[in-house]
């Protein structure tokens, strides 16, 4: 009777286990075919000067338009990108349809502004970022400095020297890197101090935590100073409401990112926010 509970339980939860993989292995070949079929799609958020509100350029951000599922989110489909090997050629692809888009855009006659690309932590690892970037760049006869990367802090720690030198060689090609996420990670500000990278974008959960009765708390102010005096650029994610806007701007933050400036837009919607050249 126990040996008959014990196998029945054991049924059930391998029957669980293998309806999540099959899900998962479902979603994963839908994957495969999603480049091919015209699925992926990139959004573009705005980023504003802190100060003025002046648009100063984007994050491209992936989405997965499902045949059945519709849109699903890229902390959903990413993962499942890296475990299958998928992410190198998705990485790809964002990065020229992103220089596609510019090169569109440029032939329109439009004022560009730059537009960051999120790196995975396996694609960091296992493409040569600066030769793909160079080749497609050039490809779309795109300004180096209109591309910009966003990487988080693990990818650095993880293989400091491979991140050293990548980082280096996108600096001496003058495309900006910024660290995703701040504050989530390491945090080791002495420690990013050592690679060359731009600008650091303040987790938004530090950015949420401001409001009326926050006055004690400090640390995105901290962040903020400290990030100034390494250098480097500071950038806002998650901005919603004036109160964190004021906050920022309080605290001498270059530039903010959130729903209360503009959602991520599909790109027709963002191109309408630039200016004809
Ligand atoms: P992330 O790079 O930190 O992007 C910021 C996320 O916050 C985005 O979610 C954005 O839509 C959301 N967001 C922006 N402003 C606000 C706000 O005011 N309030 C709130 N609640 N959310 C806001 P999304 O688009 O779902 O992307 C999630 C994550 O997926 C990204 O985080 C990034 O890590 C990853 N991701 C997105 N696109 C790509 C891609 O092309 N490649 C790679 N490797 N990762 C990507
Ligand atoms: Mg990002
Ligand atoms: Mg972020
Ligand atoms: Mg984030």
């Known amino acids: 009777r126990a040996k008959e509970i014990g196998r029945n339980t054991f049924c059930y939860f391998s029957a669980e286990i293998s309806t999540t993989s099959i899900g998962e292995l479902l979603l994963e070949n839908d994957l495969f075919t999603a480049l091919e079929r015209g699925e992926l799609l990139l959004h573009?958020?705005?980023?504003?000067?802190?100060?003025?509100?002046?648009?100063?350029?984007?994050?491209?951000?992936m989405r997965w338009n499902h045949k059945t599922h519709g849109l699903i989110?890229?902390?959903?489909?990413?993962?499942?990108?890296?475990?299958?090997?998928?992410?190198?050629?998705?990485?790809?692809?964002?990065?020229?349809?992103?220089?596609?888009?510019?090169?569109?855009?440029?032939?329109?006659?439009?004022?560009?502004l730059p537009i960051a690309v999120n790196i995975?932590?396996?694609?960091?690892?296992?493409?040569?970022?600066?030769?793909?970037?160079?080749?497609?760049?050039a490809e779309f006869a795109i300004p180096t400095q209109?591309?910009?990367?966003?990487?988080?802090?693990?990818?650095?720690?993880?293989?400091?020297?491979?991140?050293?030198?990548?980082?280096?060689?996108?600096k001496d090609m003058g495309i900006e890197v910024s660290i995703d996420d701040f504050g989530t990670g390491y945090s080791s500000l002495s420690y990013l101090?050592?690679?060359?990278?731009?600008?650091?974008?303040?987790?938004?959960?530090?950015?949420?935590?401001?409001?009326?009765?926050?006055?004690?708390?400090?640390?995105?102010?901290?962040?903020?100073?400290?990030?100034?005096?390494?250098?480097?650029?500071?950038i806002a994610e998650g901005v919603e409401t004036e109160v964190q806007a004021r906050y920022l701007v309080e605290h001498g933050c270059d530039i903010s990112q959130g729903f209360l400036y503009s959602k991520p837009l599909p790109a027709a919607d963002f191109a309408k926010q630039l200016k004809l050249g």
């Open 44 to 61: 573009y958020q705005a980023k504003v000067d802190s100060r003025t509100g002046e648009l100063v350029g984007a994050e491209a951000l």
């Open 73 to 112: 989110s890229p902390q959903i489909f990413i993962p499942l990108a890296e475990e299958s090997g998928l992410i190198n050629a998705m990485g790809e692809w964002a990065i020229r349809t992103v220089c596609a888009q510019l090169r569109s855009w440029i032939d329109e006659g439009l004022q560009v």
């Open 120 to 137: 995975s932590a396996h694609q960091f690892v296992q493409q040569a970022l600066p030769q793909l970037l160079a080749d497609i760049l």
């Open 146 to 170: 209109l591309i910009e990367l966003e990487l988080t802090e693990s990818m650095l720690m993880g293989n400091a020297s491979h991140a050293a030198s990548t980082l280096h060689q996108l």
């Open 193 to 234: 101090h050592q690679f060359p990278v731009h600008a650091l974008k303040i987790d938004r959960s530090f950015i949420s935590q401001i409001n009326e009765n926050s006055e004690p708390i400090r640390l995105a102010s901290a962040i903020i100073a400290m990030a100034h005096e390494l250098g480097l650029q500071v």
